[in-house]
Structure formats: structure tokens, C-alpha cells
């Protein structure tokens, strides 16, 4: 794969990492605070907008025809998991671009890229931020466009 990525714009495998699971674990125990081990089903609507609030509209709203009035632990851990699925990683590389090109001028500087970086707490310096753009870039040095990164992230090494 490629040495960079933009923040957050991983490209889905077939399933969730360990990582991402045990993120669903801490939002569950969060917003059951009632001990009962359960969520109601506003609980889960609340936690899955803290989680992605870019979830499809389509399977938060069919939440309760799913799963009933309330949830337990392995029934939201299986909707988390289908929802980050079914996310578009496509979708996903364009909301992360939209964040980083704060200008909206359609590409994304080294300067860009750092700051946004920086408020995920990462701390890259201004050289490592210039080399992660020149990697992705295809036809400007100090600039990457959208269709750039993502045919950058989509792709590997061995292409």
C-alpha cells in the first residue's frame, strides 16, 4: 500500500479492525450509563451519530424495525460494523478532501494537509505534509486534486 493517507480515509476492507470494535465497546458502555446492558433505541441513534455521522440515513432510521426497542452488545456491535461497511469509501476520500481544502479551491497544499493533521493529533512537519502531497500528486508538486488522492489511496505499490 501507500506509504501516506489522508486522515480518516481508509479504504474498507471486508470487515472492522479491532481497533474500531473496541471504539463501538466505549460508545455502547457511554450511552448505557443505565446499567442494564442495553441501549433503547434513541440510545443507539445517538451513539451511531457520534460514531459516523455520515451513516446512511436509510439504516439509522430502520434501526428499531431491525433490532426492536432495544439493543444489547452484540446487536450494536453487528450494526456498527454493517454500517461502516456499507459506507462508500469513495464518499469517505471526498468528505476528508472537502475538510482539508478549507479554501474550496478543488486541491489541497502541504500547508492544508499539516493543519488538518495536526487537529487529529498528528504533528507532521511541513516537509513530511510537502512529501505526502508530492507522493499523491500527479500533476502539480506543491498541490493534489481530489481525482489524484483518490486514485492515490485506491491504489498499491504492486499496480
Excluded at 42 to 49: M, N, S, T
Excluded at 66 to 89: A, K
Excluded at 106 to 113: K, R, V, Y
Excluded at 142 to 148: A, S
Aim: contains cysteine; aromatic residues 8%.
Amino acid at each position: 500500500m501507500n506509504s501516506y493517507c489522508a486522515p480518516h480515509a481508509t479504504i474498507r476492507a471486508s470487515q472492522v479492525t479491532v481497533e474500531e470494535k473496541q471504539m463501538f465497546k466505549e460508545i455502547f458502555d457511554a450511552f448505557a450509563g443505565n446499567q442494564s446492558g442495553n441501549l433503547t433505541c434513541a440510545q443507539a441513534k445517538e451513539a451511531v451519530q457520534a460514531v459516523v455521522p455520515y451513516a446512511p440515513s436509510y439504516m439509522v432510521s430502520r434501526l428499531e424495525s431491525d433490532y426492536g426497542l432495544s439493543l444489547m452488545w452484540p446487536d450494536f456491535e453487528q450494526f456498527m460494523t454493517r454500517v461502516l461497511l456499507e459506507i462508500n469509501p469513495l464518499d469517505e476520500i471526498r468528505r476528508v478532501f472537502e475538510v482539508i481544502d478549507s479554501d474550496r479551491t478543488g486541491s489541497i497544499n502541504a500547508q492544508q494537509l499539516q493543519k488538518v493533521m495536526e487537529a487529529t493529533g498528528e504533528h507532521p512537519s511541513l516537509s513530511e505534509a510537502e512529501a505526502m502531497i508530492q507522493e499523491a500528486a500527479n500533476t502539480h508538486s506543491d498541490k493534489v486534486t481530489l481525482n489524484e488522492l483518490i486514485t492515490f489511496l485506491t491504489s498499491s505499490d504492486e499496480d
